[in-house]
């Protein structure tokens, strides 16, 4: 037979699919002697062993996309997986990291809701155009990947050649038809579309002990399947040491900000129960709302309504949509931080508000407890004048708001976007086997 030395790979190891052996032996039975030196031959076996990770993006700027963004984009330093991050060719220029672009648009991969025309008309052409048989893989021009992770509470409609990792932030919106005043058609959707998800994926993600024991009544999965990853936030990027004092002051310049304020970060649908901390504000005694105003950020109709009611208009500061960057500036400038909401899967603001150093009055339901630790103050969101209290003692008792500071920063150190990453890593190897 013939033997040969050594054979040229112009192309990537890492997209090789083949096993060497099995290349040895075929050639052999043709009667070719194949030698593949052993450095060739090590660099293919570490690209075989890597796992092939789709990371399915989300887009905008909700606590979902920040959490994807953040694991997403930390994914990459490990060694034994070969990720890439997907996202549709009209939302490439939302993210500052590397991705990869759908061939075709994945929104025609998914059911879709109908509270928009836009929607109405996708989901028409989907059923018309597109067969149930025709993949997402499909779709993403992606047919290499071993495991898919798909990040925004539901997984494509569409078939899936390989396993399945849906996180599953939470089921407010099955549990609360109301709490973002999307309704009860919405409710209806998005139940099924996590039902869906919980049946076709090999495992669920989820960001609390709440949120996953919720999904356990809501869709009766096996414990098992269910792992959290805790959501997280830069502490860093909010550490006052880390802020300088000509930022602060770019900050309160640019949105007019009062001296000393109580401050919530959010938006203002229902569930965000900005109403009662308007309502607990007017309580306060008159000289703790002349000394400390109300900053409300993307204040909703009925908020600013509540504020003209109790004559707060020269008492409550709003902040619209403001970038990033200004975030912690803003919230290091407060002297508490209020979150009194009736629903969360996590919370992330509270952490933010911590690493801050400001004190934090919070609800006490869903996982807030659970992500608040012993460090806030916890209160009945549906008693005003118990949050009225509560935010007059943090004001007012030093030694109270020491301890909270203290107690927040500590808190803090059982989240990280580098932990979560880590168990999301151990996840992926536990489902690709």
């Known amino acids: 037979g013939y033997v040969i030395d050594y054979i040229p790979m112009p192309f990537s190891l890492i997209d090789l699919h083949f096993n060497l052996a099995d290349v040895e032996i075929a050639l052999g039975a043709l009667g070719v002697l194949i030698y593949i030196p052993e450095i060739i031959r090590e660099a293919f076996l570490v690209a075989q062993d890597k796992i092939k990770v789709h990371y399915a993006l989300v887009e905008g700027f909700t606590g979902i996309a920040v959490y994807t963004n953040e694991i997403a984009r930390r994914m990459t330093k490990f060694d034994d997986l070969d990720g890439c991050s997907w996202t549709n060719k009209n939302l490439k220029n939302l993210f500052d990291f590397p991705v990869k672009l759908s061939?075709?648009?994945?929104k025609f991969a998914y059911n879709f809701?109908?509270?928009?025309?836009?929607?109405?008309?996708?989901?028409?052409?989907?059923?018309?155009?597109?067969?149930?048989?025709?993949?997402?893989n499909f779709f993403t021009g992606d047919y290499e990947s071993d495991v898919f992770i798909f990040f925004g509470n539901r997984a494509p409609a569409q078939p899936i050649k390989g396993k399945i990792i849906t996180v599953i932030h939470?089921?407010?919106?099955?549990?609360?038809?109301?709490?973002?005043?999307?309704?009860?058609?919405?409710?209806?959707?998005?139940s099924q579309n996590v039902k869906d998800a919980v049946k076709i994926s090999d495992k669920?993600?989820?960001?609390?002990?709440?949120?996953?024991?919720?999904?356990?009544?809501?869709?009766?999965?096996?414990?098992?399947?269910?792992?959290?990853?805790?959501?997280a936030a830069e502490?860093?990027?909010?550490?006052?040491?880390?802020?300088s004092n000509s930022e602060l002051e770019r900050v309160r310049n640019k949105y007019n900000l009062p001296e000393k304020y109580i401050l919530y970060v959010g938006d203002c649908r229902p569930r965000k129960n900005v109403e009662s901390l308007v309502k607990a504000y007017s309580l306060l005694h008159e000289n703790l709302r002349e000394k400390y105003k109300l900053v409300i950020t993307n204040p909703s109709?009925?908020?600013k309504s509540v504020i003209h009611e109790k004559n707060l208009d020269n008492s409550a500061y709003f902040v619209n949509k403001f970038p990033e960057e200004d975030k912690p500036a803003l919230f290091q400038m407060a002297d508490l931080f209020a979150w009194l909401s009736f629903y969360e899967g996590f919370g992330t603001p509270v952490l933010e508000a911590m690493a801050s150093g400001v004190p934090v009055v919070s609800s006490n339901r869903t996982s807030m407890p659970e992500v608040c630790g012993n460090a806030a103050v916890m209160i009945n969101p549906d008693n005003v004048q118990e949050i009225a209290d509560a935010i007059e003692k943090v004001l007012t008792d030093e030694n109270l708001r020491a301890d909270l500071i203290a107690k927040g920063y500590e808190n803090i150190k059982r989240f990280s976007w580098e932990k979560s990453a880590q168990k999301l890593h151990d996840v992926i190897l536990e489902v690709a086997g």
Request: charged fraction near 30%.
């Open 103 to 106: 061939r075709f648009n994945t």
């Open 113 to 136: 809701g109908v509270d928009s025309l836009s929607k109405r008309v996708a989901k028409l052409l989907r059923k018309l155009f597109i067969p149930k048989s025709l993949s997402y």
């Open 170 to 190: 939470d089921i407010m919106a099955a549990i609360l038809p109301n709490g973002n005043g999307d309704g009860e058609e919405w409710a209806d959707i998005f």
């Open 204 to 231: 669920i993600i989820t960001v609390s002990e709440y949120s996953k024991q919720d999904i356990i009544k809501f869709t009766d999965v096996a414990p098992d399947k269910i792992e959290i990853v805790y959501s």
């Open 235 to 243: 502490t860093e990027r909010f550490n006052p040491k880390n802020i």
């Open 301 to 303: 109709d009925s908020v």
